[in-house]
């Protein structure tokens, strides 16, 4: 039987223990609470802000120097405070790519049993591995902004948190609901153009507090939950737990062991770097940010800034002890002993009389001195990797700035951490905001998103994976889906366009190429794609394939919200009939004929009488000019005759009696229209020496490339039925090669613009690719609806320039160099083909703009590497041989390791296009191997 216990009441409750019985805690780090963006330590208040990358290719000087000003400014409304900026590197994430991508693959194209086809999986597989075997990372810029200082009552409240927290609960929030008003001032400071940052997160302000407290550790595969973003004290030992540091006396670097999780055990050794003396640096005219010339080092390296905005006062009595300092040193040299003062003594006085200068004139918080403690931290496996890895930063950094490798290695990595205190005042740089803003971390080469094809890396000094989704203006952005590929012989369109073609129909668009001279028709023999793909020659096909009444194509009710919208749309088809086959028939006379007014008025009188029907042809134009019994009969006799003898030479514009090519219909994703054998004006013949044959070419491929718009608006029989989306919302892309000769008709040139205008309601992603950028340029209102551009090298200086013009950067400022140097190596490759990958300075219509470097390597891209190369005589690499460029040595093949599957959840996706995504779970695993050694160094799986 139990036995009754007696619950203590009076004055024997008194006797219990309570809350008092637990032990005292004191945090192994200096911080004392986190709560949302706000760090508590025992002395102060910090935010903490997310700073915004900025970009700095391909802008000009004085664009640079606006974004440092701007900065500068901002800097300069914090007089009094003290600031800690961070810069730490996250690796790229390439299961959050890789899931995205798969996510975003909808109806992708299905897998054939054709022997040697590629499978989605495995394109998948091979594209995570290709990104495994790259060092490549994103950099993250934290700046936290020092709010007030602690009170002794703060303090003391926070001292007897439990007690107060039960009995008055809104007395531990009071420190922080009394600051909302600063805090709400300095988010505002920050959120401006030049910082532009936002409060962090609280996943972010868990990477910053672990990144720190495990300085050099390989990043975590998977970070924990961190609820409303709220670490009271006993929370906070979490992150130096982490790991532990060591340190021995006088040693070059410090040691960090892993604790926790997949670092358990893993070991680094940091050496951490300090900013010593620093030459006058000219930014932006002479020189990048100083804080960027650390990205071009291939390992991540850390930051941490300590600095002080010194109020107007203290730099104004300062300056006036130096100056007199600096004054009677110059009298003893010039009055007392008559001899010239030191140029070094005549230069620090000419400096201090410049500061007082500015102190005392023009805009003051421009001129705002800081005092500033900068550390930069390398890290390796053994203490001689990053002592190599730490001078080969040094040497970067030479002449202009000298970095120190002072002793207290322990002391300077605590700086890391946010809270920690300074740990010495050696090596304080001194300047002004306008110098702290030029260090500028946030200075990157980001460019394209995290959800699209991967098209290769950027090849600046910031190396990172671009990919690219082309349909992402149009179904997010709501911008057209217009790309002009501009670039000069043997400079790599092929690749770049039949790379974006290839990945984007594995994720599911459907594609019309119209390429002239037919190379790309290899695409259509890989065995992955040749269930779904033709190539049509037109010069080959039925008579009336390039029918201008039939090449338009014709509305459909469906697609149109209202029955006023699809009546409007059918008289723009019938019009635009009209206009193209007068366009083609005024094309298809000699010149000195079409120049004769009267024959496009009784050439407009034919049309005009045939109408604009989709069911007529050219030849009943024709035949209505033998009928003409206007004043201008005789004239409209002499075009008859003329264009009759051509007849014969026109048959795939006009059918055969009931004959009608467009019934046959077949459902492709990819479509390769070729008209190998054309005959076409070479570049700078003037209309009126063209021959009959080459003006007969022009029309053809004015008709071809609106046969290419038909497919736009027609789509495959029973698509809706069988997928559930209108063909109008369906991914659709064009790609018209040689585009530059549309510009030479009128119609051509309407194809383009109506191309811009329909690509947005559409959701058509349109490549138009040409030599010749000025082609481009002529065509009204063509470059404002532009999206997105790449441009490869180009040789004429008239092309450059207009080249940069296409992607909205300033010319005439020296980037004309690099479109002339862009993968072109002097002196390479003199006794064999140059089989480097290609680059094109490429802007994603989000503002991006920078330099990347195509890359088709991998096992799994053979083929297609076989498929695009469009030298004669020669093939490309076998299958595991990867061109490399001469900066970046051939690496051994990533080993696959143990595969695990990373999108398990995406089996019970609820939406069925996401769910036929990822319909195998192999589609999302990722490499394992080594995975710890490679996100030491910005790696492998975030």
Known sequence: MARKTKTPSGPDRRRLAGPAAAPA??????????????????????????????????????????????????????????MHLRVTNRPFPIKDWARAHVRNSFNRLPD???????????????????????????????????????????????????????????????????????????????????????????????????????????????????????????????????????????????????????????????????????????IPEQG?????????????????????????????????????????????????????????????????????????????????????????????????????????????????????????????????????????SAYMRRGNVQWAAAAMPTATSEVGDKRGILLGETSTSTRRPVAWDPWMAQEMRDQSGLT???????????????????????????????????????LCELPELRPYARVINLLQAEPGILNPYRVVAEPVRADFDSEKDFITEKKHTEASRRRLVLDVLMGLMPHSIAQIAESKIVLLQAVRAVGGRFDAHPGMVIDKLKDDQTEHRSHAKAVYNFLDEMRDRMTLLIPERGDDPYARVRDDRLTVLTMAGLTLPKDGIGREHWTDTEALGIELLNLAAWLTQRSVYEGPAGYERTTGTRWKDARKGVWIDEAFFLSEVPTGRVLMNRFARDSRKWNVRVLLSSQIPADFLRIQGFVALLDSVFVGRLDDDAAQADALRLLKVPVGTGYEEVVAGLGKRP????????????????????????????????????????????????????????????????????????????LAELDDEPNPALALAAASARAARVVGADQSERNSHGEGVA
């Not at 532009?196 to 495990?214: H, I, K, N, Q």
């Open 25 to 82: 805690h004191k945090p192994q780090i200096a911080l004392r609470s986190i709560d949302g963006h706000l760090t508590r330590t025992g002395d102060s208040v910090y935010a903490w802000y997310r700073l915004a990358p900025q970009r700095w290719s391909f802008r000009s000087d004085s664009q640079r120097e606006q974004l440092i000003n701007a900065i500068a400014g901002q800097y300069g409304e914090l007089q009094g405070r003290w």
């Open 112 to 282: 054939t049993n054709v022997e040697g086809a590629l499978s989605f999986d495995d394109y998948m597989i091979g594209e995570q591995q290709r990104l495994l075997g790259r060092s490549m990372s994103d950099k993250e810029v934290y700046l936290g902004i020092e709010v007030q200082t602690r009170t002794a009552v703060d303090r003391l409240v926070e001292r007897a948190a439990p007690l107060v927290r039960r009995l008055f609960p809104e007395a531990m929030d009071a420190e922080l609901v009394a600051l909302d008003g600063e805090i709400d001032r300095l988010d505002q400071l920050v959120s401006s153009a030049g910082l532009e940052g936002t409060p962090v997160t609280a996943d972010e302000m868990w990477w910053l507090m672990y990144r720190s407290c495990t300085l050099g550790l390989p990043a975590p595969l998977a970070e924990p939950a961190t609820g409303e973003g709220r670490w009271e004290l006993e929370d906070l030992d979490s992150f130096p737990e982490a790991a532990s540091w060591h340190a021995d006396p006088y040693s070059p670097t410090l040691t960090v062991t892993g604790r926790t999780a997949g670092n358990a055990g893993v070991e680094r050794h940091v050496a951490v770097l300090t900013v010593g003396l620093m030459q006058d640096l000219r």
């Open 288 to 424: 990048e940010p100083w804080a960027q010339i650390a990205d071009r080092l291939h390992a991540a390296v850390e930051w941490s800034a300590r600095i002080y905005v010194r109020r107007p006062d203290e730099v104004s009595n300062e300056l006036h002890r130096g100056v007199g300092k600096i004054k009677s040193q110059l009298r003893h040299y010039t009055r007392e002993h008559d001899v010239d003062a030191p140029m070094s003594l005549e230069r620090q006085a000419m400096q201090a009389r410049h500061i007082e200068d500015e102190m005392a004139s023009g805009f003051q918080v421009q001129h705002t001195r800081v005092k500033s403690w900068w550390r930069a931290a390398v890290s390796g496996n053994t203490s001689q990797e990053a002592l190599r890895l730490g001078q080969a930063l040094m040497d970067l950094y030479k002449p202009q700035i000298a970095l120190e490798h002072p002793e207290a290695q322990y002391a300077l990595a605590r700086e890391f951490i946010p809270g920690e205190p300074l740990s010495s």
């Open 484 to 522: 002009a590929v501009v670039a000069g012989l043997g400079a790599g369109k092929s690749f770049l366009g039949g790379s974006i073609v290839y990945k984007t129909l594995r994720s599911g668009a459907h594609w019309t190429l119209l390429d002239p001279s037919g190379p790309l028709a290899a």
């Open 827 to 902: 002196g390479a490759h003199r006794g064999g083909r140059d089989r480097t990958p290609r680059s094109f300075i490429f802007a994603d219509g989000t503002g991006g703009v920078e330099r990347i470097k195509v890359d088709v390597s991998g096992d799994h891209l053979a083929g297609l590497r076989a498929a695009l190369d469009t030298t004669p005589g020669e093939t490309l690499a076998t299958p595991g041989q990867v061109a490399t460029s001469d900066d970046e040595p051939e690496s051994a093949a990533v080993q696959p390791g143990v595969l695990e599957p990373e």
